[in-house]
């Protein structure tokens, strides 16, 4: 059995899965502000989950920015969490390996290994509390220097028109997260995405647009993947003005397909074991990268 856990800046998912990737057992809860709390659900539902069972490998989603080498995290929207050891704690928690990775890498990984024909590239772009994006490449994550995670959610984006409260939360007021994400989406037009009506909805499509159409020019992905709460939210409507955009702005690589994820709020989850099971298969050295 191999522990996976999805971290997110709302929930924590705690689950178990066997040797295929297929979830046996999971536990959902609010993820605590406190960093210590955190840490003691997590143990709580993996004994809950695992009972007397020992785990092979765990596989861990969170949000960035981390350091694979360093096995620190200090999700974006997590302040309690910052420089959170993250295969430090969960070894001495677990007692066995530990493989981690950016929640929108995690969730990258969950997509390409739940299809029976592998798309190659993928871009997943997930759009909930914050935002982000992971590219599979030869069948392996891309990264940048030092196994960095290329960060798609702070492009620059040109507004549809001037907001003054489109600061992001790592600073910059021009950052596509800044502008499409749940938590941007609150502050720009102070309601939950839920609430948005048709015009406020293509606004937030169009900017997700703009930073798919770099990300295709750029990546030249053969699909797009969108998950996350608020992009599925959106509905049918957002996707076909996703789509139209790029059929009509993309000149010199194809456009790429463009669908919502097959997974759902799974994706990271899956993408958890899936980690978790390619490290262990790997020889469980935890200093390399294997996905």
């Known amino acids: 059995m191999f522990l996976a856990v999805d ?23 609010a993820t605590p502000k406190e960093l210590g709390s955190g840490v003691e659900m997590i143990r709580s539902a993996a004994s809950t989950i695992g009972r007397k069972l020992s785990f092979e490998a765990m596989g861990v989603a969170i949000g960035g ?67 982000g994006g992971g590219l599979i490449r030869d069948g392996k994550v891309f990264r940048g220097v030092d196994s960095n995670h290329p960060e798609i959610a702070h492009q620059a984006i040109p507004m549809v028109r001037n907001i003054e409260n489109a ?9 596509l997260e800044g502008l499409v994400s749940g938590r941007a989406i609150e502050r720009i037009y102070g309601k939950p995405p839920a609430s948005l009506d048709e015009w406020e909805w293509e606004e937030v499509a169009l ?18 993947i969108l998950g996350g709460s608020v992009a599925i939210g959106g509905g049918q409507k957002l996707l076909e003005q996703v789509r139209s955009f790029l059929d009509w702005n993309l000149r010199l690589v194809r456009c790429p397909e463009v ?31 294997l996905w």
Not at 207 to 224: F, M, V
């Open 7 to 29: 971290i997110g800046g709302t929930k924590t998912i705690v689950a178990s899965a066997d040797s295929e990737g297929t979830i046996v057992e999971r536990v959902q809860f």
């Open 65 to 131: 920015p981390l350091s694979i080498r360093d096995g620190k995290a200090s999700p974006l929207h997590q302040a309690a969490w910052s420089d959170f050891s993250v295969r430090e704690v969960f070894w001495g928690l677990f007692q066995c390996p530990v493989f981690f990775d950016v929640d929108t890498n995690v969730a990258a990984v969950g997509e390409y290994y739940s299809r029976n024909e592998k798309v190659d590239p993928l871009l997943y772009v997930t759009v909930s509390t914050g935002m």
């Open 167 to 175: 600061k992001c939360a790592c600073g910059l007021s021009d950052c």
């Open 207 to 224: 900017h997700l647009a703009q930073g798919l159409r770099n990300a295709s020019t750029i990546y030249s992905p053969e699909k797009i």
């Open 259 to 289: 669908a919502f994820s097959s997974l759902g709020k799974d994706a990271p989850i899956v993408g958890a074991a899936r980690i978790a099971i390619l490290g262990y298969n790997g020889g469980g050295d935890e200093s390399e990268v």
